[in-house]
């Protein structure tokens, strides 16, 4: 049986992994080279799988009371991520305006230039080389359909995917990495899908593969000690960081599985769900962790325009202050506006 609510160690996995992206950006974008964390856009993986595994688990749940069309759930998610998501944009916009010092008729003609991006069609190949005002959003996007795509294969295809899951997960990143050399691509057009979209399926089929494992030998793998994954979780940041010049791209694709361990470990296994403050505490920063993949990559280019040069370990903990701060406010403002919008709807039913 499932507990209600959420999963904090979960949570703070998420957190974790977001951190772990921001900081890979912050060499790329404000140092403008790698220094220790080149190999640590892997994490974004963590996110397409975790995303895989609840979306498993929700349409198992869904059977009891009846499956939705893939249509509604994605539209639902979508209903979940485009508020942030749209005041993440307006953040980066102004943010952009500011470091590339567009001004008057300028910042009009950009934003419509921004137009795919701001509804979220920046990986729809309608324009390729149209701007980018935050480079990381793509990645919601590609989850978004995704999910439309997946959701009616575990729905309604689980036996199919179930045998040839790991074949097509196997093909898709060979694939990504004969053909570009890495796996932290998102907007190469290949004919009729943009690479970034095929990149999440991935993701999310070895999510979806590891909570069907999961279900199924429940009994045996509820045994498997918390401090293992912690342990696993430290060992691989070590890994990636100590060595960072002797790992090839394609060894990467081993994270993949330690990723589901991780997540399948902690899903399993609750043990600070015994403290309700630890569990709240690690449930906050879960939330956060959306806010702070929004907020991240304008944060880097600010500093790189109005602070470059500085010392690494220095600028590190000032860039962590700003993500931290403008994530928390991005979100206090988001829960504002749609309390706001939720008590003008309910004002309108009871007249």
């Known amino acids: 049986m499932e507990r209600g609510g959420r999963n904090g160690l979960i949570e703070f996995l ?59 759930y994605a539209w639902e998610q979508f209903k979940k991520l485009y508020p942030p998501y749209l005041l993440g944009f307006f953040f980066s916009f102004i943010s952009t305006c500011i470091y590339s010092n567009w001004r008057g008729k300028e910042i009009l003609s950009n934003l419509w230039a921004a137009k795919w991006e701001l509804f979220m069609l920046q990986l729809s190949g309608f324009e390729e080389q149209s701007i980018v005002i935050n480079g990381v959003t793509g990645q919601i996007a590609a989850l978004l359909v995704a999910t439309l795509i997946l959701y009616y294969f575990f729905a309604f295809y689980k036996r199919m995917f179930v045998n040839i899951g790991l074949i097509l997960i196997m093909f898709i ?5 004969h053909n570009y050399g890495n796996l932290s691509q998102w907007i190469p057009y290949e004919q009729w899908y943009c690479i970034g979209i095929l990149r999440a399926i991935a993701g999310m089929m070895v ?55 991780m997540i399948s470990s902690a899903y399993l296994i609750h043990l600070f769900e015994r403290n309700i403050i630890i569990q ?25 325009y109005f602070m ?26 988001n829960i504002t506006i749609s309390r706001i919008i939720m008590s003008k709807r309910f004002s309108k039913i009871c007249k």
Request: glycine share 6%; net charge positive.
């Open 173 to 177: 990143y060979s694939h990504i990495l």
């Open 14 to 72: 998420r957190f974790l992994a977001c951190l772990f992206i921001a900081m890979y950006h912050f060499e790329w974008l404000y140092i403008s080279h790698p220094v220790y964390l080149q190999h640590f856009y892997i994490w974004v993986e963590f996110f397409f799988i975790i995303s895989g595994f609840f979306l498993a688990r929700n349409v198992e749940k869904n059977r009891t009371i009846g499956i939705v069309s893939p249509l509604k």
């Open 308 to 333: 470059s040069g500085k010392n690494y370990f220095i600028m590190s903990g000032i860039y962590l202050l700003f993500v931290f701060f403008c994530a928390y406010m991005l979100m206090i403002l």
């Open 207 to 261: 999510g979806g593969g590891t909570y069907y494992i999961v279900v199924k030998k429940m009994e045996k793998l509820k045994r498997i000690p918390i401090y293992s994954m912690c342990l696993i979780c430290v060992i691989s940041c070590g890994f990636l960081v100590l060595l960072r010049d002797k790992i090839a791209f394609s060894d990467l694709l081993l994270f993949i599985p330690i990723f589901s361990v």
């Open 280 to 304: 709240r505490i690690m449930t906050f920063f879960g939330k956060m962790s959306y806010y702070i993949f929004l907020v991240h990559y304008p944060i880097c280019k600010l500093l790189q």
